[in-house]
């Protein structure tokens, strides 16, 4: 027993050492003075790994964005994705839900403290549970409402027959499931603590409907899209912009088709590419923007620290590399991966789209990492994509 002892202290200390190590590394990363060759090795490791057959990565950093493409659209052929292929950005779209609310706030319309009870509670039956759920705790995560009640899994499942689940699982139930589930909150936690709900975010696109008697998708383009010239975001996708839509894959390789959200849209059903959601990063860093100022609110911890307004705070990953202060949000649905980080600290910000249903968060923290500690090689390297965006 003793002897065993003896053996292990020079390994946890050969251990505890190499973390610190690594940790002092990743803090302390010199600048080799050129981002876009930094960016370029990362995301074309990981489109050679085959961890995803294309992939956009967008970054703002100093008031330039660089836009780049690695891979392709579509396994059949060989044309690369770009500044403004479109992709389905998944649970990304839940910082779009959480804006549309801030705004909301801001013009007197709804309060962040608002109850569904007194927001619905006349319309139809809530459990008291539901009632005193704020607007608040819906875009925080912090409801208590699971991810999905498992009552509408069920329901989904029989609806589906035969077909696969993951295919399009939110394409069957309609809000008339989502506000029957309100009167019972079957499988309800506490609110309070934090708890990832899809349900949840989806629950606040349907509530605000409610109360403006407007649809998300012209909610979300009026108030958000719009102020910031975001024309190629939404859930509807035209004939010209279906052009431009990468072919999406799932997890093991196998073409997938788009999901649709019959209900729930506030959760994950916007197209966007990562030109428009550049602008979308600039106007969270840059003083003076379109919404700024309501923005500029959403980015602040909330309850017991882990999100803001829709978004995620640094994690003890990030933290470890020197990603501190960082705000994020990852997505992925049936064929598609999205990753938005924001800097408040540098002022930069990152935009990951890939078309495969692969986690692409560890690379998003890689990359937000390079932003943070590189710097552009000078003269501007206009040869790599990068250019000034005046739009």
């Keep these: 027993m003793k002897i065993a002892a003896i ?4 390994l946890v200390v050969v251990v505890w050492s190499a973390v610190l190590y690594l940790k002092y590394r990743m803090r302390n990363t010199p600048d080799e003075k050129n ?26 950093k100093d008031g330039r964005s660089f836009i780049k493409g690695y891979g392709t659209v579509n396994k059949d052929g060989a044309a690369a994705p770009g500044a403004t292929t479109i992709f389905q950005i998944a649970s990304v ?23 569904l009870g007194e927001l619905m509670g006349r319309s139809m039956p809530l459990s008291s549970a539901a009632q005193r759920v704020t607007l608040k705790q819906l875009a925080t995560h912090t409801s208590g409402f699971p991810r999905i009640p498992k009552s509408l899994e069920v329901e989904a499942t029989k609806m589906m027959g ?24 079957q499988d309800k936690r506490e609110a309070g603590r934090f708890e990832y709900s899809n349900f949840g975010m989806g629950l606040l696109g349907h509530v605000l409907e409610i109360v403006t008697g407007k649809d998300y998708e012209s909610l979300v383009t009026e108030k958000v899209l719009a102020p910031l010239e975001m024309t190629e975001t939404a859930i509807t996708l035209t004939p010209e912009t279906r052009d431009r839509l990468a072919q999406g894959y ?10 649709q959200f019959a209900a729930l849209a506030g959760a994950g059903a916007l197209h966007s590419n990562a030109q428009d959601l550049l602008r979308f990063v600039r106007a969270n860093v840059e003083e003076g923007a379109p919404l700024s100022a309501s923005l500029q609110k959403m980015r602040e911890p909330q309850f017991g620290g882990d999100t803001g307004i829709g978004w995620m705070q640094a994690t ?12 994020w949000h990852n997505g992925m649905v049936g064929g598609y991966a999205s990753y938005l980080s924001i ?49």
């Design 316 to 327: 003890l990953l990030d933290k470890f590399f020197g990603n501190g202060k960082v705000v």
């Design 93 to 115: 779209s839940k910082l779009f839900t959480a804006s549309l609310l801030q705004a909301l706030c801001d013009e007197g319309i709804v309060s962040m403290d608002a109850t």
């Design 35 to 60: 981002l876009a060759a930094a960016i370029d090795a990362k995301a074309s490791k990981f489109v050679h790994q085959g961890l995803s057959p294309g992939l956009v990565v967008g970054v703002y």
């Design 7 to 10: 053996l292990l202290v020079p």
């Design 162 to 185: 035969e077909e696969d689940p993951m295919l399009d699982p939110y394409s069957h139930l309609g809000p008339q499931f989502i506000f029957e589930y309100l009167a019972t909150t």
């Design 250 to 259: 799932a997890t093991k390789g196998a073409p997938t088709r788009i999901w």
């Design 343 to 391: 800097d408040t600290e540098t002022r930069t910000g990152t935009v990951i789209l890939a078309n495969r249903a692969v986690d692409v968060t560890m690379l998003g923290m890689v990359l937000t990492r390079q932003v943070r500690t590189q710097s552009w090689s000078a003269p501007a390297p206009s040869k790599l994509s990068l250019r000034t965006d005046t739009q």
